[in-house]
């Protein structure tokens, strides 16, 4: 072997060194400083949650929201279900909203969601489907078997009014019902209410 090739061989073994080593510390600082995605559907705070009031000054709009509300811990094929709503209003004054968000966060056992879940609510024997938007949240339950889901959805704000006044109100998702109870009732009829 001569020198030249001895020589070539070993730029290459160098610079296959070098890009090995620029990988690791790629791989490190990003595994370091991007943050990872929150498992939002399992952090939420109890029935006493406050109601969140935020003013956006470059766009104008106040934002109130409800942090998510448990609604039923593990029943059929779910681990979880949650709740949250919001709305926005133009400026600083008050306005009662024409639509609010209202999102449905479940958490499914397995790794596959269903494709043709129906979801309505039922209000005093009364049938209300809103159009939604779907979509997943990987791993909501690390270390376990399950698939979070956001179903989010416009509510207009007399529908929203009926679920808070109903005698008995529950959410169907598929064959599973999950019944709002008094309590949930009282919290989400907080967000209701004129704020100051």
């Given at each position: ?21 620029i990988l690791l510390i790629t791989s490190l600082w990003l ?112 270390g376990r078997r399950a698939l979070g889901e956001v179903i ?45």
């Amino acid at each position: 072997m001569d020198s030249t090739t001895t020589q070539a061989s070993s730029l290459r073994y160098k610079a296959l060194n070098m890009s090995l080593l620029i990988l690791l510390i790629t791989s490190l600082w990003l595994t370091t400083t991007v943050p990872r995605p929150r498992p939002v559907l399992l952090s939420a705070p109890t029935q006493s949650a406050q109601i969140e009031t935020k003013y956006d000054q470059a766009k104008d709009i106040t934002t109130v929201s409800l942090p998510p509300l448990r609604i039923s811990g593990e029943k059929g094929e779910y681990y979880s279900l949650y709740v949250a709503t919001s709305f926005d209003y133009p400026g600083h004054t008050f306005r009662p909203p024409e639509l609010l968000r209202f999102e449905i966060r479940s958490v499914v056992k397995g790794r596959k969601l269903n494709p043709d879940l129906y979801v309505v609510f039922l209000v005093d024997g009364e049938t209300i489907h809103l159009s939604s938007n779907r979509w997943a949240v990987r791993n909501p339950l690390p270390g376990r078997r399950a698939l979070g889901e956001v179903i989010a959805m416009k509510m207009p704000r007399e529908t929203f009014l009926k679920l808070l006044s109903a005698r008995q109100a529950t959410i169907k998702m598929g064959g599973t019902r999950f019944d709002l109870s008094d309590s949930h009732r009282e919290t989400l009829r907080r967000l209701a209410e004129p704020r100051p």
